[in-house]
């Protein structure tokens, strides 16, 4: 099969088209003929060698994909040859078949395409983890969600407001404000005019938000614990501005503050199963019925993944960049 490697850590440059052997399934997995994949920042960490792997992982990129299902493992029962799936990877994405645990499929939603569909399952099982799982969001409290216009953002926000959250979310120009406010943000901060600990302070009469989705990390960690109302949770999910800080844990004592982070990559696979079903139980019907959208940005041919990479690192997009096989 075709596939897309890195010859050796460095740019975009070093994406090339290889041959690789078909991968073989166990028999709790599914074999699928990869329709699209999503382009994620992990792709890019891994491309430059500064990604650390967990055992197992093969050695092409690609962490979420949508296609046709094409073989099936003898413990599977769920889904069969001809199905339709997006799917949550450990790698193995950016090819024209890859396997995955059955667990870990889900079928395309319903008025999803299905290339836009190899967008959803990364950023939204991240964003179900964090924000629904481990800070418990709930109706009518408040959420700040860092990177606004970033495929966790965009989810983000969107979810934040079907659970009924107030949200606060940030970007960097008046364009990609825009997007946010569009993607339902009742309040959009552009980070290099304002001061978004201000503008959550200011527009909550002092109180503070319940809950902080940190994309961003380094000294916006202590500015975030400070903009915690009493009981507020911080959850850190990606650390590109830096993995130290200093923060007064006086305010996490006396705010009863929680602070947590999490990657899905490692997660066992019972753990990423039961978001998986929990995304079809709750989310799913939202697609559906178009209270949630898919934002797909751009697509790219596998063939031209480097440009795909570039545009990510251009940080100029909004919402997901996707890459679709050439060959359906």
């Not at 890195?6 to 073989?24: C, E, H, I, Q, R």
């Not at 074999?31 to 050695?59: C, F, H, M, S, W």
């Not at 645990?101 to 079928?107: D, F, G, N, T």
Request: proline share 5%; with cysteine.
């Amino acid at each position: 099969m075709k596939a897309i490697v890195a010859s050796k850590p460095g740019g975009p440059d070093v994406l090339t088209l290889a041959t690789k052997s078909v991968p073989k399934m166990q028999a709790n997995e599914v074999l699928i003929k990869v329709y699209a994949a999503g382009v994620n920042g992990a792709d890019l960490k891994e491309r430059q060698g500064k990604y650390p792997l967990p055992p197992g992982t093969p050695d092409i990129m690609g962490l979420e994909v949508s296609g046709e299902i094409v073989d099936a493992g003898y413990r599977c029962q769920r889904f069969k040859p001809g199905d339709k799936v997006c799917a949550l990877l450990i790698g193995g994405g950016y090819a024209e078949y890859a396997v995955a645990p059955e667990e870990q499929c889900m079928p395309v939603p319903e008025n999803v395409d299905i290339i836009d569909a190899a967008g959803i399952p990364e950023v939204f099982c991240t964003v179900w983890a964090n924000m629904i799982d481990r800070c418990a969001l709930k109706a009518g409290e408040t959420v700040l969600i860092q990177g606004g216009t970033s495929g966790i953002g965009y989810a983000g926000i969107k979810l934040a407001k079907a659970f009924g959250a107030t949200v606060f979310a940030t970007a960097r120009t008046a364009e990609k404000c825009s997007a946010i406010s569009r993607f339902g943000a009742d309040y959009a901060i552009n980070y290099r005019e304002e001061d978004f600990a201000k503008v959550c302070h200011d527009q909550t009469t002092g109180r503070g938000v319940d809950v902080v989705v940190d994309i961003v990390g380094g000294d916006y960690l202590p500015r975030e614990v400070g903009l915690l109302a009493h009981g507020g949770r911080l959850v850190i999910i990606n650390l590109p501005a830096g993995k130290t800080a200093t923060v007064d844990f006086g305010l996490v004592h006396s705010k009863h503050l929680t602070i947590t982070g999490s990657r899905m990559r490692p997660r066992p696979i019972h753990e990423k199963a039961n978001i998986c079903r929990a995304l079809e139980k709750t989310v799913w019907p939202m697609f559906a019925n178009s209270e949630i959208t898919t934002e797909t940005y751009a697509t790219f041919p596998f063939s031209k993944a480097a440009d795909a990479h570039r545009l990510m690192e251009s940080s100029e997009h909004i919402g997901k960049i996707i890459l679709y096989s050439e060959s359906i």
